[in-house]
């Protein structure tokens, strides 16, 4: 009934997760699966991910649910991402979800993404006194780079967002210049730790001016411009130095223009107590430190959820829903609700 754990699913893009989670967002079970079928296409095929997410949810449904022990048949409630997303994906994780819910006569609960990556930071205990409203949110991954003013539960303001490519976009474009495998964010990460960033310097696109826009594809073409310029051996392929210093010099233009964009946005909220970053890209060390670094120096808090919490996954989902329950706001029949890719 209604006082059971929730089962939530993630399948947006292409990671396929499942969570249980109890009705106080104590986590019961969490699973992610990231789809290497991609792999050879070096980026996420829409068509392969609703396929992979077809074939992967009922195993992976059922192994969550026995990882935290409980019956599908004592489940209180089944939530989903519905969007934004891939449309395929979005399909088969809330039809799914709402089957199940349908078939043990629980609500079935409807989450937006981006609200869940924008509220995980208020899962019980991972921020001391719970991430109370208002944040500042800053939002930066593969697909998303946004400042967003979280006023409340449902009550959201974008204050600024990138005019061209996320920054984990350009990430992955940039590691892919570079010879790097995909998602090539931490691989670029991993290869800026041998580099100088003083030795290509890089441009740092819209620093310094007033809103908090982001531009990422000018730095990305900087980068294409340097590797162009640079020696190469026998076989075509640039020195590993010359990479490792490109790499260190784009990882830290985009962690000094993400900390001027959210210094900025911070003006745009005085009441902000606290700076919340989500999205895989924060899993980035330098883009962490140049954050809490500024928190510090304003004197808000900062939060940044563990790594498997800030890149896709469904405990993000279970607890948005769980909040969306307590507050009435959850709606009264989930199932009407359809997949909106563009939410
Ligand atoms: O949130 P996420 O898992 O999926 C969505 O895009 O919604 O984020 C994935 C993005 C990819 O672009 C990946 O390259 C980037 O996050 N990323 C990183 C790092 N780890 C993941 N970017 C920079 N540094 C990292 N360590
Ligand atoms: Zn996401």
């Known amino acids: 009934g209604g006082a059971g754990p929730i089962l939530a699913i ?4 292409d990671e396929t997760a499942c969570a249980v989670l109890d009705r106080s967002g104590a986590i019961l079970s969490e699973r992610v699966l990231s789809q290497q079928e991609h792999l050879p296409f070096g980026g996420v095929v829409p068509e392969i991910a609703a396929r992979a997410h077809l074939a992967h949810l009922p195993v992976l449904a059922a192994t969550a649910l026995a990882d935290a022990g409980v019956a599908a048949g004592d489940l209180g409630a089944v939530a989903a991402s519905t969007g934004p997303g891939l449309i395929g994906g979005l399909i088969v994780g809330s039809h799914f979800a709402k089957g199940l819910a349908l078939s043990l006569g629980v609500p079935f609960v409807a989450v937006n993404h981006l609200e869940a990556h924008a509220l995980t930071a208020r899962l019980p205990g991972l921020v001391p006194d719970g991430a109370p409203f208002p944040y500042l949110l800053l939002l930066v991954s593969g697909g998303h780079c946004q400042c967003v003013a979280v006023d409340g539960l449902g009550r959201y303001r974008r204050l600024g967002g990138t005019i061209d490519d996320a920054a984990g976009e350009a990430f992955d474009k940039v590691a892919k210049m570079l010879g790097l495998g995909w998602p090539g964010g931490p691989a670029l990460e991993r290869l800026a730790r041998d580099g100088d960033p003083a030795v290509h310097p890089l441009p740092r696109p819209l620093l310094g001016r007033p809103g908090c826009d982001f531009s990422f594809s000018g730095l990305k073409t900087a980068v294409a411009q340097r590797i162009a310029a640079l020696p190469r051996d026998a076989e075509g392929v640039i020195r590993r130095q010359d990479a490792a210093d490109l790499a ?8 000094l223009v993400l900390a001027d964009r959210v210094a900025h946005a911070l003006a745009m909220m005085p009441d902000a107590t606290l700076l919340v970053v989500a999205g ?5 060390a330098e883009i962490r ?6 928190a510090t120096e304003r004197g808000i808090g900062f939060a940044a959820p563990p790594l498997r919490l800030c890149t ?20 009264r029949n989930g199932l009407d ?3 909106r890719p563009r939410w």
């Open 10 to 13: 993630e399948s947006s893009c």
């Open 248 to 255: 260190a010099a784009f990882q830290r233009s985009v962690s």
């Open 280 to 284: 895989g890209v924060a899993a980035n």
């Open 289 to 294: 430190a140049n954050l809490l670094g500024l």
């Open 312 to 331: 896709d996954n469904a405990v993000m989902v279970g607890w948005a829903a769980l909040e969306r329950l307590r507050a009435g706001l959850a709606g």
């Open 337 to 339: 609700t359809p997949p």
